[in-house]
């Protein structure tokens, strides 16, 4: 009966989802889970894999959460044990997805703040032949308004997840450690330069500059921000903030060395400004 050969096999299960690394699941992860140890458990022939997640919830060894969200994604169904957290539900959302900007700030030790946002990222298709022309009227007049920011979000609990589908990078500066997938230090830097909204913005992602100074490579933040090919010249907005933060002069030389034909922003949108000609960029007045 199937009542009987899961019951004998429900200690190795829960044993299972108990000791797993992993502490969150879709379906589809659910399925394999079930396709790799239907014989190690000797669950029964009848028993599928929509029966097994169906008692594995009425057995209380994994709840059921489904996920509403705003924007384009469809609602999404996922699985936690007890002591899930946040950022494992959010992983689990999307293939290929890592904890990106003030998230990341967070886990890599750049800020005591705890974010009720967790940014979520993944990559759009390798587009090839970007134009990469530029002229100081389009950048004036595209910094002139609001930064567009993503609309696709869910609220769990007492926290929103915010996706973001970013430009193909091949990853760059991302890793996983024992429970994440993240950017590092210098990728994170360069993210929230890019998105300073997505870290509570200037004055906040200064803040996180001067907790990295003890920590950032500047060869590996230039060679992620060569890696990644921006059209915009972000590396100005980058110097300027390291140059902010405190950190030695002549480190912020091989991004000194790049070119600065245009004038830049460090935020859109800004009512009041001043201007750097170090960096030929303007930044929010008082700051």
């Given amino acids: ?21 992993k502490k969150v699941y879709s ?14 458990w000797k669950l029964p022939v009848s028993m ?16 059921k959460k489904i996920l509403e ?9 996922i699985y936690l044990c007890d002591d ?18 003030y998230t990341a700030a967070y886990l890599n030790g750049l800020t005591t703040q705890i974010p009720k946002i967790v940014y979520l990222s993944f990559e759009q298709g390798n587009k090839l032949g970007r134009d990469h022309y530029l002229e100081q009227k389009a950048i004036d007049n595209a910094f002139s308004k609001p ?10 609990d007492d926290y929103a997840i915010l996706i973001h589908n970013g430009m193909n ?14 950017t590092n230090i210098e990728r994170t830097l360069i993210d929230i330069a890019v998105r300073p909204s997505y870290a509570g913005g200037v004055l906040s992602v200064l803040d996180i500059y001067k907790n990295a100074v003890e920590k950032v490579s500047i060869n590996k933040l230039v060679a992620i921000l060569n890696n990644i090919d921006f059209i915009y010249p972000y590396h100005q907005a980058i110097g300027f903030y390291l140059e902010r933060a405190g950190i030695e002069s002549k ?21 009041e400004k001043e201007y750097s000609q170090n960096w030929k960029i303007y930044y929010p007045k008082g700051m």
């Fill in 1 to 21: 009966m199937v009542r009987t050969r899961f019951y004998n096999a429900e200690g190795y299960i829960k044993t299972f989802f108990k000791t797993s690394t």
């Fill in 69 to 77: 969200f705003d924007g384009y994604l469809q609602d999404k169904e």
């Fill in 251 to 271: 480190k912020l030389d091989q991004l000194r060395k790049k070119k600065m034909e245009f004038d830049f922003y460090l935020a859109y949108d800004m009512q």
């Fill in 169 to 182: 990078t091949n990853r760059a500066g991302v890793y996983s450690n024992d429970e994440y997938s993240l």
């Fill in 84 to 101: 899930a957290n946040i950022f494992e539900m959010a992983l689990v959302l999307i293939n290929k997805s890592y904890l990106s900007h």
């Fill in 147 to 156: 930064q567009k920011m993503s609309n696709t979000k869910t609220i769990i």
């Fill in 48 to 63: 599928n894999s929509n029966k097994f997640i169906e008692r594995l919830i009425k057995r209380e060894i994994l709840k």
């Fill in 27 to 40: 379906i589809q992860q659910l399925n394999l889970v079930f396709d790799k140890y239907r014989d190690a």
